[in-house]
């Protein structure tokens, strides 16, 4: 059933905001702790729909997971690939992109059939870039549609021939898709990665005992291994903190503090962005927890001025881009955003949609075919009937920009929402201040 979101304007935003655990790191550990030897307790764990598609992957797969509360939980690991169970049916991914390509890396190492769907926007979604580089592994893969989308079939095998691969496109996913095939392979796989993407599968196998390091743009894993179990805290998600972040520096006098945020460099590209273009941010405290940077980081609003994002950026705030637009709508002066092509090929083509709503609320922007193009100064912004167009990132920044409207904004679908973070809702009514 579809729900529909009522966002009233707001003058500020003020507190702290409550973010569920990183969904990244949330799965990688959920993978790494089933393919352990051994009980691993993680804590912190991310909430929403793709996390659940994971969880019940696992648990297909023959491992066991028992939840200690509802972001607590022990995994009792199989011992590596070769000990996973071959599914009786497919697997649902649901929505979850990370779920079907780290996966199909992981199955590449059970000796048995998988199958991988998804619902209808992760059925379009492309998957070619891990088909065909699995395949070198000795592994045999087919998907639908000429090999280039779900539901992907895959036969894997207990041992595997280590990769070299250069990635085509700057992809976290395939990266950690692979290095995952890398632990069941008979030797040392090696991934070259040109643009840097986030490093939490190379950090967690690390600390899982498993000999994976970086050598400039070459990532090497060595198989085959079976990583140690362990106990993980997860730290807050930087992507679900991006949309109290945006909504602090579209509001002058907001001050918001996200405790315990994951800071890996990888990932904080956004709040550079956002203090370059005027926002106060400070990091409070520093820690690191498992070779992952976490810490306390207070933002305030300021007037925001228009920048140029180009392709080098990319990578490291490629989920955050439909929030940084929003700011980049509000701020005074042009912004640009180049070589993003990518974003056609997320969970919705962002490209379009986030033109379609920005549009809505009254705004100026020009889709190019990487980018988009913001000339700012966009208040005052006319209240919309606004769409999460499946897409839980264009909800999370329409419903921030909602907050900048002159009048009441209804978001339909919202319960697109809760693929990532279920209780944003409930946090952006704490903080968002009439
Ligand atoms: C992710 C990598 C990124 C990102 C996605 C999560 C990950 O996707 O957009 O939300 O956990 O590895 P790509 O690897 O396709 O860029």
Known sequence: MGRTLEITPCRRFRGEPRLPGDKSISHRALLLAGLADGTSRITGLAAGWDLLATREALRRLGVAIDLISESAVTVVGVGGASHLREPEEPIPCLNSGTTARLLAGVVAGLPGLTVLSGDASLRRRPMRRVIEPLRETGARLWGRAQDTCLPLCIQGQAR???????????????????????????????????????????TMLRAAGIDCQRTGPLITVSGPAVPQPGDRAIPGDPSAGAAFAVGAAIHPGSHIVLRRLGLNPTRTGFLDILARMGAAVEVLERAEAKGEPVGDVAIKGRGLRGLDLGPADIPGLIDEIPLLAVAMALAEGPSTIRGAEELRRKESDRLACLTRELQRFGLAVTETADGLTLPGGGRPVAPAFADTHGDHRIGLAVAILATAATGTTLLRDAQWLDVSFPGFEAELRRVATP
């Open 160 to 202: 595997l021939r280590p990769l070299s691969y250069r990635l085509p496109v700057p992809s976290a996913q395939v990266k950690s898709a692979l290095l995952l095939a890398g632990l069941a392979a008979d030797g040392v796989t090696t991934i070259e990665e040109p643009v840097p993407t986030r490093d939490h599968t190379e």
